[in-house]
């Protein structure tokens, strides 16, 4: 079943975007065909400007007016029920825009995905954010935004699309699925490489990191509220959980869209209201670990509305088999480079998403946290004084002067996760 016949579904990408898209479904740069590569058994890799020409997008000229573009909105405070948060935090996302010899306007006006720095030239994103009339599109359109926080902002670095790669079969046919969104990944290889750090997927010793009920984060500057037209100009996060495959079949079942659990992972809350929207496609599903970092375990795919009870998001099973073997044998092949981690487990991580300037005139200093667990609680140190129990938001008076909190998250099992700590300096006699 078409998936725009259900109740007000979609793949995360702007409405704006479905309608210019459609018409710009340009030729290949190249007519020649490519060679493909071998991924796993029966499975390939092949570069879209290697395809048949009946599985390209047809010919159109197109100009993108700027009335199409993001249109001014009034700044939310979340993606859907989630935080503003900065690159530095998540320096592996990235966004996927028009190249400014296509579209006018600045990265914000121009960006319509997400995706996910794996090496310093290649990204994961997702298949649907290029495919339109029944092919993909061709990949001198578009280029990748690495380092930005605000994407109005010249931050960062803008690099164009070498190439980018679909998994195909033996006969050359994607098989990225445009009725079930199967296989929703695809390889981006950039014409420069990104100065920002990279990210690994979770390796097949990690499967905890992404199991039923584990914490993870999502990333982006999609929708802020079901519907369109709220897209904010920072980059927002959001805490969510690994839904239970069969649950999460089920439900999307009960409306006639199929789940698949070897290929597609579900995360949300059960009661709604923290989610991916339309604009997050291909974006990046992270869950902390320990040693410090992150891994990857999912790209932002499709959903049913934005943040409803009872249907998670779902994304691309980037850290299972097939993709995982798909993903990182052919990057190994291509770069030398191992994009699948292993050894690690997943830690409860405390974040800090609003704080004291770091140089203030106010003795008062407010904060908002979060851990990467549900239901953890917080324990909070100042200064040399003794810690102690703590919650959201917390507010304490101090002399002026430099200060520091260390804000610790436990988790229901009693588990000390990695702390987040925070220095200022309040001005004054």
Known sequence: MQR????????????WVAWIATALCLPAASASEHERIKAAPGVYLQSVDGLASER??????????NSEFHAPVTRANRIVGGTETTITQWPWQTAIAFRPSVASGNGFQRQFCGGTLVTPTFVVTAAHCFYRNGGFTSPDQYSVITGRTNLSSSAGQEIDFDAYFVPVDALGNPLFNS?????????????????SPTIQIAGPDERATWAAGQPAFVTGWGDTAEGGGAFPDALRVGRVAIADDL????????????????????????????????????????????????????????????????????????ADDPLRSIIGDFILSQTGIDVIGSGTR??????????PKRVTTKRKARFVFLASELGSTFRCRLDHRRERPCA????????????RLRITAMSPLGERGQPALRTWRVLGR
Do not use: W
């Not at 390209?56 to 007016?65: C, D, K, M, T, Y």
């Not at 006639?256 to 599903?285: E, N, W, Y």
């Not at 938001?393 to 002026?400: C, D, G, L, M, Y």
């Open 346 to 355: 997943p830690v409860t991580l405390t974040m800090i998403t609003q704080g």
């Open 247 to 318: 649950a999460c079949a089920d439900s999307y079942a009960a409306v006639g869209t199929t789940v698949r659990p070897d290929t597609m992972l579900c995360a949300g809350r059960t009661g709604g209201g923290v989610d991916t929207c339309q604009g997050d496609s291909g974006g990046p599903m992270v869950v902390p670990v320990s040693g410090g970092g992150f891994r990857l375990v999912g790209d932002t795919s499709f959903g049913i509305g934005c943040a409803r009870p009872e249907f998670p998001g779902v994304y691309g099973r980037l």
């Open 392 to 403: 959201s938001p917390f507010s304490v008076r101090v002399h002026p002067g430099k200060h």
């Open 56 to 65: 390209l997008a047809s010919n159109s000229e197109f100009r993108i007016p």
């Open 4 to 15: 725009n016949s259900l109740p007000i579904p979609f793949c995360r990408i702007p409405l």
């Open 179 to 195: 009725n079930e969104f199967d296989f929703d990944f695809v390889i981006v290889r950039l014409s420069a490489p990104s100065v």
